[in-house]
């Protein structure tokens, strides 16, 4: 088992910065990947980017390219999203995952932060 434990959200102007954490417990040394996924109002949860715990290789999704960076604190059992440029688009709340073992779904699941953009 594998608890996560997402901080860091809340209201910010348009154009502005945020730095989310998502803080790994239980069998993290089984963890693969850590990734982040948001659920903005009335629509699917959807992906936005993971790290591998091993190698710190990185993928993004589109839409947050040059704008958003995944990074992670090994010795700290914590993967961060640093948000910047961020548009009202970007209302969310933003969850972390994390694939483990021999497993190819994301698993283990934070209850989420929220993040609210304004113009």
């Known amino acids: 088992q594998v608890q996560l434990v997402e901080s860091g959200g809340g209201l910010v102007q348009a154009g502005g910065s945020l730095r989310l954490s998502c803080t790994a417990s239980?069998?993290?040394?089984?963890?693969?990947?850590v990734a982040w996924f948001l659920q903005a109002p009335g629509k699917e949860r959807e992906f936005v980017a993971r790290i591998s715990w091993v190698g710190g290789r990185t993928d993004y999704t589109d839409s947050v390219k040059g704008r958003f960076t995944i990074s992670r604190d090994n010795a700290k059992n914590t993967v961060y999203l640093q948000m910047n440029n961020l548009t009202p688009e970007d209302t969310a709340v933003y969850y972390c995952?994390?694939?483990?073992?021999?497993?190819?779904?994301?698993?283990?699941w934070g209850k989420g932060t929220l993040v609210t953009v304004s113009s």
């Open positions: 995952a994390v694939q483990a073992g021999t497993s190819p779904t994301w698993d283990y």
């Open positions: 239980g069998r993290t040394y089984s963890i693969n990947y």
